[in-house]
C-alpha cells in the first residue's frame, strides 16, 4: 500500500507542479496622452490577485483556468490625479494556456481612444 501511495506521488507531483508554475503577465495601457507600461507581474497561482503599479495608476489582475487549454485574465485598473480618481474593469482576456498576447482598442480613433494589450507566458 505504502509503495502505490508514493507511486501515486511521484506520477501526479510534476502535473501538479506544471499547474501551479503560474504566469508572467505584462501589461501596457495607452491613450492618446500616454503610455503606461506595468512592470511584469507573476501569477503564481489561478485565483490569486496580483497588483503592478505605472505611474499614478494601479494595476489589478487576475488569471482563472477556463478549460484544459484555456485561461481568462480579468482586470482591473485604478489612477489617483490631482483633479480625480478613475476606476475601470479592463475587458477580460481569453487566452491559450500556453501563453498568448492579445490587445483591444476601444473608442473613436484620435482623443477617446485607447488601446489594452498584454503579454501572457506560462512560468517554467
Known amino acids: 500500500m505504502k509503495i502505490k501511495l508514493l507511486g501515486l506521488l511521484i506520477f501526479s507531483f510534476p502535473c501538479f507542479a506544471l499547474s501551479s508554475a503560474g504566469y508572467e503577465v505584462s501589461v501596457m495601457v495607452k491613450d492618446s496622452e500616454k503610455e503606461l507600461i506595468f512592470p511584469p507581474m507573476e501569477m503564481p497561482s489561478f485565483g490569486k490577485k496580483v497588483i503592478s ?3 499614478d ?9 477556463e478549460s484544459k487549454t484555456s485561461i481568462r485574465l480579468e482586470a482591473k485598473m485604478s489612477c489617483h490625479y490631482k483633479d480625480g480618481d478613475s476606476f475601470m474593469d479592463m475587458p ?33
Open 53 to 55: 503599479q505605472a505611474g
Open 92 to 124: 477580460g482576456f481569453s487566452l491559450n494556456s500556453s501563453g498568448q498576447e492579445a490587445s483591444i482598442e476601444i473608442g473613436d480613433e484620435g482623443a477617446n481612444m485607447w488601446k489594452y494589450s498584454v503579454e501572457v507566458k506560462p512560468k517554467s
Open 57 to 65: 495608476c494601479i494595476y489589478s489582475g487576475e488569471i482563472t483556468q
